[in-house]
Antibody, heavy 121, light 106 residues
């Protein structure tokens, strides 16, 4: 069965960076892109961007350019997201999700369990 | 960015029908998808392409609409359906989500 297993919770200081992971199993990793989504109580669900797991090509929501960097390691079927120059506004739950396309658009058919990132001094 | 507007909450009796709406700020054609998120869990895909049931999802769930107005229905509502439901559009970049509708049981 398809699974996306994310790394554990992070506590980081303002100005630092964190790198969270998303390990895929149960399907051919390079056949589907991986997306990342931010969830906060105030802003709800926000799409960060996606990575082409075959080529490593990326696409970012303008809002997250310079904040998030998406990478992939095909050998371990793992996608990564690095968040840099952290501020308290980056405190959130971050999900990875498998990006799927069928006729009527792109959607997320499987999600990881989420990683809580807390930014505090 | 396309803004998706949902009502914050809906209270329905068990066994009755729940109807959740999502209005887009501009046409998204049929590129609308619905997710269920239970407390403490990740979202789960229920409907894609406005009206297509995702794999393994009970037929009690359905979706309809096109353009700017979309409806998600649960009929009949069961106790396990307590959750927040989100719409998401993929017509334009960036993909955007509605703010969610919390389903409560009367």
């Amino acid at each position: 069965q398809v699974q996306l297993q994310q790394s554990g919770a992070e506590l980081a200081k303002p100005g630092s960076s964190v790198k969270i992971s998303c390990k895929a199993s149960g399907y051919t990793f390079t056949s589907y892109y991986i997306s990342w989504i931010k969830q906060t109580t105030g802003q709800g669900l926000e799409y960060i961007g996606y990575i082409n797991t075959g080529s490593g090509g990326t696409n970012y929501n303008e809002k997250f350019k310079g904040k998030a960097t998406l990478t992939v390691d095909k050998s371990s079927s793992t996608a990564f997201m690095q968040l840099s120059s952290l501020t308290p506004d980056d405190s959130a739950v971050y999900y990875c999700a498998r990006w799927r396309y069928r006729g009527a658009g792109y959607y997320f058919d499987y999600w990881g369990q989420g990683v809580m990132v807390t930014v505090s001094s | 960015d396309i803004v998706l507007t949902q009502s914050p909450a809906l209270a329905v009796s068990l066994g009755q029908r729940a109807t959740i709406s999502c209005r887009a700020s501009e046409s998204v054609r049929s590129s609308m998808h619905w997710y269920q998120q239970k407390s403490g869990q990740q979202p789960k895909l229920l409907i894609y392409g406005a009206s297509n049931l995702a794999s393994g999802v009970p037929a009690r769930f359905s979706g309809s609409g096109s353009g700017t107005d979309f409806t998600f229905t649960i009929d009949p509502v069961e106790a396990d359906d307590i959750a927040t439901y989100y719409c998401q559009q993929s017509r334009n970049d960036p993909l955007t989500f509605g703010s969610g509708t919390k389903l409560e049981i009367k």
